[in-house]
């Protein structure tokens, strides 16, 4: 959160951390409260949030508790040879409705990628069928399962969508694991079964 001469606004920076505080407390926040917390009007707490936002700074994103739905999340970690395998990955697994986050790392591994599943059925299927892990690109995988303390997690909610296909290019209709009942389905498809 950089002024324009790009030194750290602290202001910027205070009024970001009591959203948070503000917001993992309630889940909610309005702008008057935090203007009396910071001793300013509304108005120029609501001016320095759009400000922020605008500036790609900041964002408000709702968040699901993925513990009190029963979500599984894992931690797919994947080496690839080069800059090509791991730009296309990037390109195709930021597009999946089970990515959280990724991370590009300079460890042992090229790529970090958190998912969510619903059930541990479908955790096996994003783990095996239609894994990341699966993919030509990939040299070697590993794989860590757990739960993410605090519960909550950026996700774009499973309800269905549109798409024939996946945007990772799987075929939901045509996978094993999908007819047999064992996975729901890519939630951005018409596959998908909530």
């Known amino acids: ?17 009591r ?7 309630r889940g909610r926040f309005s702008l008057t409260e935090l203007a009396r917390v910071e001793g300013v009007t509304h108005v120029a707490v ?5 400000r922020l936002i605008a500036r790609g700074e900041y964002r408000l994103v709702p968040e699901v508790n993925l513990s009190k739905l029963g979500y ?21 697994y930021a597009k999946c409705p089970r990515t959280i986050w990724m991370m590009e790392s300079m ?19 994003i783990l095996s069928s239609c894994s990341v892990r699966t993919r030509p690109e990939v040299r070697k995988s590993e794989v860590e399962v757990g739960e993410i303390v605090g519960g909550f997690a950026p996700i774009v909610p499973p309800v269905g969508g549109e798409l024939s296909e996946a ?22 498809t018409e596959h998908y079964r909530p």
Do not use: F, H, T, W
């Not at 460890?107 to 299927?125: H, P, Q, R, W």
């Open 46 to 50: 609501g001016k320095r949030l759009r």
């Open 167 to 188: 945007p990772c290019g799987v075929y939901c209709a045509e996978c094993q694991r999908y007819e047999s009942g064992d996975c729901k389905g890519c939630p951005l």
């Open 1 to 17: 959160m950089s002024s324009p001469g790009g030194a750290v606004n602290s202001r910027d920076l205070r009024l970001v951390a």
């Open 19 to 25: 959203l948070r505080e503000i917001g993992i407390r």
């Open 72 to 92: 599984k999340v894992a931690l797919v970690k994947v080496e690839v040879p080069g800059y090509a395998e791991l730009a296309k990955l990037e390109g195709l």
């Open 107 to 125: 460890g042992n591994y090229s790529l970090i990628i958190l998912m969510y599943a619903e059930n541990d059925a479908v955790l096996k299927s």
